[in-house]
Nanobody
Framework: QVQLVESGGGLVQAGGSLRLSCAAS????????MGWYRQAPGKQREFVAT???????NYADSVKGRFTISRDNTENTVYLQMNSLKPEDTAVYYC???????WGQGTQVTVSS
């Protein structure tokens, strides 16, 4: 198994930016596809973005053009750069290791209007 720790959430005004980080506990990170998901209050957890070991990315339509997923294999870390944030982006954001199926504890993102 691998442990994941997210950070970087917070409160931001609409139109602002945040950068989330997800640090993995072991070197298996470099061969794994990683993903970001989010869960708003009263809603199911939903897909946000994924990145493969070869840096191929995929995004939900709702964030395409505003969010960018990237990874640094030397730091065992995956990032989510979020720009032009909207109130509907408010959620707890989770990263997931797509081989082991491990989830992080989540980080809260709140966007005020």
């Amino acid at each position: 198994q691998v442990q994941l720790v997210e950070s970087g959430g917070g409160l931001v005004q609409a139109g602002g930016s945040l950068r989330l980080s997800c640090a993995a506990s072991r070197n298996a990170f470099g061969i794994a596809a990683m993903g970001w998901y989010r869960q708003a209050p009263g809603k199911q957890r939903e897909f946000v973005a994924t990145i493969t070991s070869g840096d191929t990315t995929n995004y939900a339509d709702s964030v395409k053009g505003r969010f960018t997923i990237s990874r640094d294999n030397t730091e065992n870390t995956v990032y989510l750069q979020m720009n032009s944030l909207k109130p509907e982006d408010t959620a707890v954001y989770y990263c997931k290791h797509l081989i082991f199926g491990s989830w992080g504890q989540g980080t809260q993102v709140t966007v005020s209007s």
